[in-house]
């Protein structure tokens, strides 16, 4: 059997991972199926090559001009 305050802690408990979930499905639901956040995302999951590929190749063409000097 469990005493009173188990109970009560279990109790907590259950309302606690309830609002978590009610929570995340509200911030899917609402945010993160915007476009402006699923574009954000997809930046952020770029890889470093990807996000930088402009200052990578200058460095590239500097460091080959210099090394040709």
């Known amino acids: 059997m469990m005493t009173e305050y188990e109970k009560e802690c279990y109790n907590a408990y259950l309302r606690l991972m309830t609002t978590r979930r009610t929570n995340n499905k509200n911030y899917y639901e609402k945010t993160a199926k915007r476009p402006d956040v699923i ?3 997809n930046e952020r999951n770029k890889s470093y ?4 590929k402009e200052k990578i190749l200058a460095q590239q063409k500097v460091y080959r001009e210099r ?3």
């Not at 090559?49 to 930088?52: D, F």
């Open 49 to 52: 090559y990807e996000r930088n």
């Open 39 to 41: 574009a954000k995302r």
């Open 67 to 69: 090394r040709n000097a």
